[in-house]
C-alpha cells in the first residue's frame, strides 16, 4: 500500500501543498526549519490524528489559522478489488474537534482511519524508545496488536473504561461501593490484554530477528513483557490478584489511582542480561530504537505491501557515513513507499535500482524537482 498523493493545509509553515507521491522512495530536501518535518508531520496527523513532535495540536496549526487538513489517496492492495484506483481519506483538526473522512464518507473513531494507515516514523528522538518511559515501549506492542488482532482495540478500550471508573472509586469516598466490583472488572481484563501483547511480542522478535544485521555487534537481545503486577504474581488467577489488590488497596486509595493494571506494563530491552539504556552507547542506542520501529512495521503483515509506510526525519541526525549506508539499504528492503527528508540528498542513491522522487522544501513551499 502506498499514498498516491497528499495535500496538506495549515500545517506549520506550510500554507498548501499537494505533493504526488512516488510508490517506494520520496527524498524532501531543505534547510533547517524549512518545513520538511512538517510532512512527515502531516503524514503522522493522518494516520494517528495526533504529531509526533507535540502533543499540542494548536502548535501544529499555522499561524493566524483554526485548523490543520491532511487528505490523500491510498492505493492499497487490501483494498485493490473493490477500489482498484485507490480512495481518499482525510483529516481536519482543530484545538477542540476532529472530522475524519474515509471513501466520502463520516468516520467517527480514529481507529478506523489509523487501520488503513500504518505508518512508522524514525526521528532524532527515535533513541527515547529505549531510554523514554515505558509508555512509549508499550505503545509500540500495542501497535503490533492493534494491526494483527481484531479484538484488541476494543479490549483496550474496555479496559480503559474500567481503569477510568476504578480510579473514581479510589478518589471519591462517595463511589468507595462499587470498587470492588470495578476491581473485579479490571481482574478480568488484565490476562487477556496480557496474552494479546505477548503474541504481539512475538511478532516483534521476528522482526528484530529480521533486521539483526543493523545490531549484530550488540550480541544476543532479550525481550521481556512484565504484566503491570509484581513478577511473582500469578496474573491468570484471579483469586491471587484479588488478594493482592486488596492488600494494596489503602496505597491506591491515597494516591488516588491504580498503581497497577495492563496500563503498567513495560517492554524490557535487554543486552546480555543487562537493560540496554544502561549498556549501550548512543549510537547503539540509536540503531537499535531504529531497528525496533522497522522491526514492529515487519510484525503487523505477512505480506511486505501490506506494511504501510516508513518516514525518516533527518536521515543523518546521529548516524556516521557508514551506518546511514546501511540504514538506507536497509529500507530498501522493506519494499515498501519510503518519506525521508535531509538537508542534502545523500550520496547513496542509486536512481538505477530505485525510482525516487525529490522535492525541495524552502520556507514551507514544497517545490517538485524531479522523478529518477
Not at 503524514?43 to 490523500?72: D, Y
Not at 478489488?81 to 477542540?96: A, D, E, H, S, V
Not at 504481539?200 to 529480521?210: D, N, R, S
Request: glycine content about 6%; hydrophobic content about 40%; aromatic content about 8%.
Amino acid at each position: 500500500m502506498y499514498l498516491e498523493q497528499i495535500t496538506i493545509e495549515n500545517c506549520r509553515s506550510i500554507r498548501q501543498a499537494t505533493l504526488g507521491l512516488s510508490p517506494r522512495v520520496n527524498f524532501i530536501r531543505g534547510n533547517n526549519a524549512a518545513g520538511k518535518s512538517s510532512i512527515l508531520e502531516a503524514i503522522h496527523i493522518l494516520s494517528t490524528g495526533r504529531s509526533f513532535r507535540t502533543p499540542r495540536i494548536q502548535e501544529v496549526i499555522q499561524q493566524g489559522k483554526n485548523h490543520v487538513l491532511v487528505a490523500a489517496k491510498l492505493i492499497s492492495e487490501s483494498y485493490s478489488q473493490t477500489y482498484p484506483q485507490g480512495y481518499p481519506l482525510g483529516i481536519q483538526k482543530t484545538p477542540r474537534t476532529t472530522h475524519i473522512r474515509i471513501n466520502h464518507q463520516d468516520v467517527k473513531q480514529q481507529a478506523e482511519l489509523t487501520r488503513h494507515l500504518p505508518f512508522a516514523i524514525i526521528h532524532p528522538e527515535t533513541l527515547s524508545l529505549i531510554t523514554g518511559g515505558p509508555a512509549i515501549r508499550r505503545a509500540l506492542v500495542d501497535w503490533i496488536a492493534f494491526y494483527r488482532d481484531a479484538e484488541f482495540h476494543e479490549l483496550w478500550r474496555q479496559y480503559q473504561r474500567v481503569l477510568q471508573q476504578r480510579n473514581a472509586c479510589l478518589r471519591d469516598s462517595a463511589q468507595r461501593y462499587a470498587l470492588g466490583y470495578w476491581t473485579e472488572q479490571l481482574i478480568k481484563l488484565v490476562p487477556i490484554l496480557h496474552q494479546k501483547r505477548f503474541d504481539a511480542l512475538k511478532w516483534l522478535g521476528l522482526g528484530v530477528e529480521h533486521y539483526k544485521h543493523l545490531i549484530a555487534s550488540m550480541g544476543l537481545i532479550e525481550l521481556k513483557l512484565s504484566t503491570g503486577f509484581p513478577a511473582y504474581l500469578d496474573t491468570t488467577q484471579p483469586q491471587e490478584m484479588l488478594y493482592f489488590l486488596q492488600s494494596k488497596q489503602q496505597q491506591e486509595m491515597a494516591q488516588g489511582f491504580s498503581l497497577y493494571g495492563a496500563h503498567r506494563v513495560d517492554l524490557h530491552i535487554q543486552l546480555a542480561g543487562q537493560l540496554a539504556e544502561r549498556v549501550a552507547s548512543r549510537g547503539e542506542l540509536k540503531l537499535l530504537s531504529i531497528a525496533f520501529l522497522l522491526a514492529k512495521s515487519y510484525a503487523i503483515a505477512d505480506q511486505a505491501p501490506e506494511r504501510g509506510l516508513i518516514g525518516v526525519d533527518d536521515l543523518a541526525a546521529e548516524l556516521d557515513d557508514t551506518n546511514q549506508l546501511l540504514l538506507y539499504e536497509t529500507l530498501l528492503t522493506t519494499q515498501q513507499q519510503l518519506v525521508i527528508t535531509g538537508t542534502r540528498l545523500p550520496t547513496l542513491i542509486n536512481p538505477a535500482v530505485t525510482p525516487a522522487s525529490l522535492f525541495t522544501v524552502q520556507q514551507g513551499v514544497i517545490t517538485p524537482e524531479s522523478t529518477f
